[in-house]
């Protein structure tokens, strides 16, 4: 979408993803290599009794079904910023993850162009809040 089109309060869906103890393991061993992701028995006398994803994947899958969703199109430039980041229940193997979008900010720039905002919410399959930021974009009209 053009810069243009975008109205604050619009809402987006994205598909769902489930995330198995296999991509927690994997993403983990390369990029957040703590018990609480990699050793099930460790894990299990936690605090969550489980393993658990790391908030990086959380994040890291949210931007991914976002984007999916296909509404930046070949008018996204870049990423501008992310704030307000908050992991706020964990996931666990098998959880099946979707995210909402909703435009809470739009900041026009130079030639027509401007900073879109969202604020992006995870959740899981029993539409619990995971996670939740505010993704900021610049956009082309």
Do not use: C
């Not at 993403?27 to 028995?41: G, I, N, R, S, V």
């Not at 980041?85 to 993850?97: A, C, G, H, N, R």
Request: hydrophobic letters at 40%.
């Amino acid at each position: 979408m053009k810069y243009s089109e975008y109205a604050i309060g619009q809402v987006y869906k994205s598909k769902s993803i489930k995330l198995s103890k296999t991509d927690i393991m994997e993403f983990a061993k390369m990029y957040d290599p703590q018990y609480m992701h990699l050793d099930e028995e460790k894990a299990k006398q936690g605090r969550f009794g489980s393993l658990i994803a790391s908030g990086m994947q959380t994040m890291n899958i949210s931007f991914k079904l976002w984007i999916e969703v296909g509404v930046y199109g070949e008018h996204v430039v870049a990423g501008t910023g992310m704030n307000n980041i908050q992991f706020i229940k964990p996931v666990f193997p098998d959880d099946e993850l979707h995210v909402t979008a909703e435009v809470i900010n739009l900041l026009p720039r130079r030639r027509g162009n401007g900073i879109v905002t969202v604020l992006l919410t995870t959740f899981n399959q029993n539409n619990q809040k995971v996670f939740q930021a505010e993704l900021s974009a610049l956009i082309d009209n």
